[in-house]
Protein backbone atom coordinates (compact mmCIF):
# COMPACT_ATOMS: atom_id res chain seq x y z
CA UNK A 1 0.00 0.00 0.00
CA UNK A 2 1.24 3.55 -0.66
CA UNK A 3 0.67 6.20 1.49
CA UNK A 4 1.51 10.20 1.00
CA UNK A 5 1.57 12.35 3.92
CA UNK A 6 1.49 16.23 3.70
CA UNK A 7 2.08 18.18 6.71
CA UNK A 8 1.21 21.24 5.80
CA UNK A 9 -2.45 22.69 5.58
CA UNK A 10 -1.47 25.81 4.43
CA UNK A 11 1.69 28.18 3.69
CA UNK A 12 2.22 31.56 2.17
CA UNK A 13 4.96 33.37 0.60
CA UNK A 14 5.17 36.85 -0.71
CA UNK A 15 5.80 37.59 -4.29
CA UNK A 16 9.42 36.80 -5.67
CA UNK A 17 10.45 34.86 -2.19
CA UNK A 18 10.52 30.80 -2.10
CA UNK A 19 8.71 29.02 -0.50
CA UNK A 20 9.32 25.10 -0.08
CA UNK A 21 6.36 22.65 0.32
CA UNK A 22 6.66 18.90 2.45
CA UNK A 23 5.89 16.09 1.21
CA UNK A 24 6.70 12.08 2.74
CA UNK A 25 5.85 9.26 1.16
CA UNK A 26 5.66 5.16 2.21
CA UNK A 27 5.71 2.59 -0.03
CA UNK A 28 7.04 -1.14 -0.11
CA UNK A 29 7.64 -0.61 -4.10
CA UNK A 30 11.11 -0.25 -5.46
CA UNK A 31 9.52 0.92 -8.75
CA UNK A 32 7.88 4.49 -8.27
CA UNK A 33 7.24 7.51 -9.60
CA UNK A 34 6.65 10.95 -7.56
CA UNK A 35 4.98 13.97 -8.14
CA UNK A 36 3.84 17.04 -7.55
CA UNK A 37 0.29 18.38 -9.10
CA UNK A 38 -1.17 21.81 -8.86
CA UNK A 39 -4.86 22.77 -8.61
CA UNK A 40 -6.24 26.39 -9.19
CA UNK A 41 -9.81 27.63 -8.14
CA UNK A 42 -10.59 26.38 -11.85
CA UNK A 43 -10.51 22.69 -10.08
CA UNK A 44 -7.82 21.75 -12.94
CA UNK A 45 -5.07 19.36 -11.94
CA UNK A 46 -1.68 20.58 -13.25
CA UNK A 47 1.48 18.28 -13.42
CA UNK A 48 4.11 20.39 -11.44
CA UNK A 49 7.14 18.31 -12.18
CA UNK A 50 8.12 14.40 -11.73
CA UNK A 51 10.64 12.26 -9.88
CA UNK A 52 11.64 8.72 -10.83
CA UNK A 53 12.70 6.88 -7.74
CA UNK A 54 15.69 5.09 -9.80
CA UNK A 55 17.11 8.82 -10.66
CA UNK A 56 19.25 10.14 -7.81
CA UNK A 57 19.44 13.57 -9.75
CA UNK A 58 16.41 15.54 -8.22
CA UNK A 59 14.08 17.17 -10.75
CA UNK A 60 13.59 20.88 -12.10
CA UNK A 61 11.16 22.70 -14.08
CA UNK A 62 12.35 26.28 -14.88
CA UNK A 63 11.42 27.78 -11.19
CA UNK A 64 10.20 25.02 -9.50
CA UNK A 65 12.26 22.14 -8.00
CA UNK A 66 12.25 18.88 -5.93
CA UNK A 67 14.45 17.24 -2.67
CA UNK A 68 14.14 14.02 -3.25
CA UNK A 69 15.91 11.82 -0.15
CA UNK A 70 14.98 8.34 -0.88
CA UNK A 71 16.21 7.00 2.02
CA UNK A 72 14.15 9.39 4.55
CA UNK A 73 11.05 8.79 1.72
CA UNK A 74 11.08 12.94 1.71
CA UNK A 75 9.95 14.42 -1.20
CA UNK A 76 9.82 18.17 -0.99
CA UNK A 77 8.71 20.95 -3.90
CA UNK A 78 10.91 24.41 -3.65
CA UNK A 79 9.42 27.55 -5.69
CA UNK A 80 11.79 29.65 -6.69
CA UNK A 81 10.74 33.99 -7.48
CA UNK A 82 6.91 33.00 -6.42
CA UNK A 83 4.17 34.88 -8.40
CA UNK A 84 0.61 35.23 -8.08
CA UNK A 85 -0.39 32.40 -10.29
CA UNK A 86 1.27 30.14 -8.25
CA UNK A 87 -1.72 30.43 -5.55
CA UNK A 88 -3.14 27.22 -5.82
CA UNK A 89 -3.77 23.76 -4.08
CA UNK A 90 -0.98 21.90 -4.50
CA UNK A 91 -0.77 17.83 -4.27
CA UNK A 92 1.88 15.18 -3.47
CA UNK A 93 1.66 11.90 -5.40
CA UNK A 94 2.79 8.58 -5.53
CA UNK A 95 2.72 6.04 -8.53
CA UNK A 96 3.88 2.50 -7.76
CA UNK A 97 5.00 -0.13 -9.72
CA UNK A 98 3.68 -3.77 -9.67
CA UNK A 99 -0.20 -3.96 -10.15
CA UNK A 100 -0.57 -0.22 -8.36
CA UNK A 101 1.14 0.86 -12.13
CA UNK A 102 -2.50 2.68 -12.81
CA UNK A 103 -3.20 4.75 -9.28
CA UNK A 104 -1.91 7.97 -8.17
CA UNK A 105 -2.04 8.08 -4.34
CA UNK A 106 -2.26 11.96 -3.08
CA UNK A 107 -1.51 13.48 -0.18
CA UNK A 108 -3.75 15.91 1.66
CA UNK A 109 -2.75 18.76 0.22
CA UNK A 110 -0.97 22.09 0.80
CA UNK A 111 -3.76 25.27 0.08
CA UNK A 112 -0.25 27.88 -1.25
CA UNK A 113 -0.86 31.89 -0.96
CA UNK A 114 0.88 34.33 -2.35
CA UNK A 115 1.00 37.47 -0.97
CA UNK A 116 1.54 40.72 -3.67
CA UNK B 1 -5.26 18.92 -29.60
CA UNK B 2 -8.32 18.53 -26.70
CA UNK B 3 -7.54 18.01 -23.79
CA UNK B 4 -9.40 15.57 -21.11
CA UNK B 5 -13.35 16.63 -20.93
CA UNK B 6 -15.83 15.63 -18.45
CA UNK B 7 -19.26 16.35 -18.73
CA UNK B 8 -21.55 17.60 -17.38
CA UNK B 9 -20.01 20.39 -15.31
CA UNK B 10 -22.22 20.14 -12.38
CA UNK B 11 -24.74 17.81 -11.52
CA UNK B 12 -27.76 18.36 -9.27
CA UNK B 13 -29.59 14.88 -8.39
CA UNK B 14 -32.03 14.32 -5.74
CA UNK B 15 -31.27 11.64 -3.34
CA UNK B 16 -31.87 7.96 -4.74
CA UNK B 17 -31.56 9.16 -8.58
CA UNK B 18 -29.10 7.68 -10.70
CA UNK B 19 -26.43 9.52 -12.37
CA UNK B 20 -23.97 9.28 -15.09
CA UNK B 21 -20.83 10.89 -15.59
CA UNK B 22 -19.23 11.36 -18.91
CA UNK B 23 -14.79 11.21 -19.55
CA UNK B 24 -13.40 12.07 -23.16
CA UNK B 25 -9.49 11.18 -22.53
CA UNK B 26 -7.34 12.92 -24.53
CA UNK B 27 -6.92 11.14 -28.28
CA UNK B 28 -4.72 8.01 -28.26
CA UNK B 29 -4.18 7.74 -24.31
CA UNK B 30 -4.80 4.22 -23.29
CA UNK B 31 -4.99 4.53 -20.24
CA UNK B 32 -7.74 6.01 -17.97
CA UNK B 33 -8.57 7.01 -14.58
CA UNK B 34 -11.30 7.82 -12.14
CA UNK B 35 -11.09 9.71 -9.21
CA UNK B 36 -13.01 11.34 -6.56
CA UNK B 37 -12.34 14.31 -4.50
CA UNK B 38 -14.20 15.06 -1.41
CA UNK B 39 -13.70 17.43 1.58
CA UNK B 40 -13.61 14.92 3.99
CA UNK B 41 -11.78 11.69 2.06
CA UNK B 42 -9.48 14.18 -0.17
CA UNK B 43 -8.58 12.78 -3.32
CA UNK B 44 -9.24 9.19 -4.22
CA UNK B 45 -8.55 6.77 -6.66
CA UNK B 46 -11.63 5.09 -7.88
CA UNK B 47 -11.10 2.61 -11.60
CA UNK B 48 -8.11 2.58 -13.78
CA UNK B 49 -8.87 1.37 -17.55
CA UNK B 50 -6.12 0.06 -19.69
CA UNK B 51 -8.46 -0.14 -23.23
CA UNK B 52 -11.76 -1.30 -22.44
CA UNK B 53 -10.86 -3.52 -19.52
CA UNK B 54 -10.50 -2.30 -15.87
CA UNK B 55 -7.52 -3.96 -13.96
CA UNK B 56 -7.57 -2.45 -11.17
CA UNK B 57 -11.58 -1.76 -9.47
CA UNK B 58 -10.50 -1.44 -5.76
CA UNK B 59 -11.34 2.20 -5.28
CA UNK B 60 -15.12 1.67 -6.01
CA UNK B 61 -16.26 2.60 -2.87
CA UNK B 62 -19.73 0.39 -3.34
CA UNK B 63 -21.77 -2.01 -5.95
CA UNK B 64 -23.41 1.01 -6.50
CA UNK B 65 -20.69 2.34 -8.89
CA UNK B 66 -19.75 1.46 -12.26
CA UNK B 67 -17.80 2.28 -15.29
CA UNK B 68 -17.28 1.24 -18.54
CA UNK B 69 -15.19 2.26 -21.11
CA UNK B 70 -15.72 1.70 -24.91
CA UNK B 71 -14.02 1.71 -27.88
CA UNK B 72 -10.80 2.06 -25.77
CA UNK B 73 -11.98 6.08 -25.84
CA UNK B 74 -15.20 7.48 -23.88
CA UNK B 75 -15.92 6.41 -20.40
CA UNK B 76 -18.74 6.54 -18.47
CA UNK B 77 -18.68 6.14 -14.50
CA UNK B 78 -22.37 5.38 -13.23
CA UNK B 79 -24.05 5.72 -9.55
CA UNK B 80 -27.22 3.99 -8.96
CA UNK B 81 -29.45 5.32 -6.14
CA UNK B 82 -27.14 8.18 -5.24
CA UNK B 83 -26.16 9.36 -1.40
CA UNK B 84 -25.85 12.34 0.35
CA UNK B 85 -21.89 11.27 1.10
CA UNK B 86 -21.85 10.60 -3.23
CA UNK B 87 -21.25 14.09 -3.21
CA UNK B 88 -17.80 15.48 -4.53
CA UNK B 89 -15.90 16.59 -7.60
CA UNK B 90 -15.48 13.37 -9.53
CA UNK B 91 -12.10 13.92 -11.91
CA UNK B 92 -11.06 11.38 -14.76
CA UNK B 93 -7.77 11.53 -16.00
CA UNK B 94 -5.34 9.92 -19.41
CA UNK B 95 -2.46 8.75 -20.24
CA UNK B 96 -0.72 7.43 -22.88
CA UNK B 97 0.27 4.13 -20.92
CA UNK B 98 1.62 3.81 -17.63
CA UNK B 99 3.67 4.76 -15.70
CA UNK B 100 3.21 7.81 -17.42
CA UNK B 101 1.53 11.40 -16.67
CA UNK B 102 -1.85 11.45 -15.83
CA UNK B 103 -3.36 14.65 -17.57
CA UNK B 104 -7.02 15.44 -15.53
CA UNK B 105 -10.03 16.82 -16.92
CA UNK B 106 -11.97 19.56 -15.02
CA UNK B 107 -14.26 17.22 -13.10
CA UNK B 108 -17.35 17.19 -12.85
CA UNK B 109 -19.00 18.32 -9.32
CA UNK B 110 -21.95 16.11 -7.93
CA UNK B 111 -23.99 17.22 -5.52
CA UNK B 112 -26.65 14.86 -4.32
CA UNK B 113 -29.32 16.73 -2.32
Known amino acids: AQTVTQSQPEMSVQEAETVTLSCTYDTSESDYYLFWYKQPPSRQMILVIR??????QNATENRFSVNFQKAAKSFSLKISDSQLGDAAMYFC?????????????FGQGTILTVHP | GAGVSQSPSNKVTEKGKDVELRCDPI?????LYWYRQSLGQGLEFLIYFQGNSAPDKSGLPSDRFSAERTGGSVSTLTIQRTQQEDSAVYLCASSRGTPDEQFFGPGTRLTVL
Open chain 1, 93 to 105: ASLAGGTSYGKLT
Open chain 2, 27 to 31: SGHTA
Open chain 1, 51 to 56: QEAYKQ
